[in-house]
């Protein structure tokens, strides 16, 4: 499917999620961005916040993360974290440090 991408997120511990997704919104260092199909190659870091995938069945799924690094490239996102911590953060404790 052409409107879509691969994800993978994984913690030195384990692989948390592999699959297929139409957008992620990650908590970068200086704020908040979404990545799309086809998006351009980035490499950057994450703090302490919500990724919060949209899945093409149209749900969404959120994990609460300490941390880590994200790179896109050739239609695919690697997200290497720290840790994924218990529970959901808000939006608005998403923007703090």
């Known amino acids: 499917m052409e409107n879509t991408f691969e994800i993978e997120i994984v913690t030195p511990e384990q692989a948390v999620y592999k699959g297929t997704i139409v ?3 990650v908590p970068g260092s200086e704020g908040l961005f979404q990545v799309l199909p086809n ?3 980035i490499i950057s870091t994450l703090k302490k916040g ?3 995938m949209g ?3 149209g749900e969404d799924q959120t ?3 300490a941390g880590g690094v994200i790179e896109v490239m050739n239609n695919k996102a ?3 974290v720290e840790k994924i911590l218990s529970g959901e953060i ?3 404790e998403a923007e703090e440090e």
């Open 63 to 65: 994990y609460k993360v």
């Open 39 to 41: 998006h351009a190659p």
């Open 50 to 52: 919500n990724i919060r």
């Open 55 to 57: 899945l093409p069945n």
């Open 90 to 92: 808000q939006d608005d």
């Open 23 to 25: 957008s992620v919104l």
């Open 78 to 80: 690697i997200v290497l």
